[in-house]
């Protein structure tokens, strides 16, 4: 039986992805510009197409032909947009503390160690140093009672689940962030911190040295499926292929899978320039670190010194919009903007003058009840979408999943992973709109000054 989809739309970011714009040593990968013939094509270049892409070398090695296509630039995508932590710890968006269920819970801390375990095999057999992937761990912190109450309970479910922390009063805060903005904190060790764009380059630049083809702005404009053999129709090229995996996270809607299931999230970050030697002194610190509200919906800071000679610079993520248009706008980017400036004077008197020199909006894409947009959705095509939020490490496993599923059909980590219900089914419009970001605006507000 023959079934074809056309795209209905293709990917759009505001603003240049900010961590690609500093990496110095891009990779570039060539544009589809003939036709090819593979065993496995994977839609998507971030990091659950990585995934899927290294665990098929583990299991098929250089047996079977290996393609991956992203419609955008390496690392121009969510890939590259995101604020670089691969947590192993309860990390739930829809939660006032991230936390779940206990037993949810440890399910997701062993799902979670099995990617980060991969992403840091993947970094080491690649050579990347310390500024592209490092198990630094990160801090929870907070300058407000409700905060203060959020790391509490957070510190208790953390003892429940049997997970080591240390909790940090204001003058450990003050000494190692250099900030006095933050009065209690929580640090836990082992989640990996990273340069995004920076390991998404090296990582698909060690794939290809493997016998991967990787090829850049090559966006996927009609599929026709058929029992054999499918055909991907890019811009310029064509793929055929008997295996297909869909890491494409919330545009996996705009091939027509999972109709009114997901939401489409957009949240906003600032980079500073790099930062001159009297302004480093005047903050102080340790050299590299990271950041996470207590509350939700506050702004997430990272400090970073670049490899590649950058220098340092200060990230602020804050802000969130539902846009399931999948576009955000420029009204959008300038309301994000100015919370941003907002909360990096807060935190950073003592950087008074310092610009922001990028400013970017990322794509998360969520379910109403936190599950994946996962499995076999047509013969020999898988999805590896939704990851709620937590796109490198999610990302990272659900490839891995899917790729376990289609060549193995059961392993005793993906029976761990599928234990989850179907997405939920969302409201209709107008109602989703209006509500969501009518709710996103009051949480905003009431995290008060953690935003």
Known sequence: MVKTIKTKRLPKDPGPAGWNEIYKDKSSFPALDTDIEVDWVIVGGGFAGLGAAKRLLQLLGSKERIAVIEARGIAQGPAGRNSGFMLDLPHELNSDTYAGSKEQDLRQIRLNREAITMAESIAQQYGMDKAL?????????????????????????LTALGEPY??????????LLGTEFYRKGLRT??????QPAGYIHSAYKG??????QVYECS??????????????????GVVRAKNVIMAVNGHIQSFGFFKQSLL??????????ALKNHELKALGGIENWGVLPADPMGSTIRKI????????RIVVRNHATLNQSMEASEGNLKDAARLQDRSFARRFP???????????GGRLCLTYNSVPAFGEIENRVWSACCQNGLGTVKGMLSGMMAVDKAVLGDTELLNEFLIYQAPKRLPPEPFLSVGANATLKWKEWLSGIEL
């Open 133 to 157: 992937f490092s198990r630094s761990g990160k801090i929870t912190a907070s300058a407000t009672d409700r905060g203060y109450r959020s790391i509490e309970t957070y510190a208790r479910h």
């Open 166 to 175: 240390e909790l940090l009063g204001a003058d450990d805060l003050h000494s």
């Open 189 to 194: 060790a082992r989640t990996a911190m990273i």
């Open 207 to 212: 794939l290809v040295s493997e016998g991967v």
């Open 219 to 236: 966006p996927v404009v009609e599929m026709t499926l058929n029992d054999d053999v499918h055909t991907l129709i890019c811009a310029n």
């Open 264 to 273: 489409h999230i957009f949240t906003y970050s600032s980079m500073t320039r």
């Open 305 to 312: 010194s670049d490899h590649a000679g950058s220098g340092h």
């Open 350 to 360: 003592m950087l008074k003058g310092v610009d922001m020199e990028y400013r970017w």
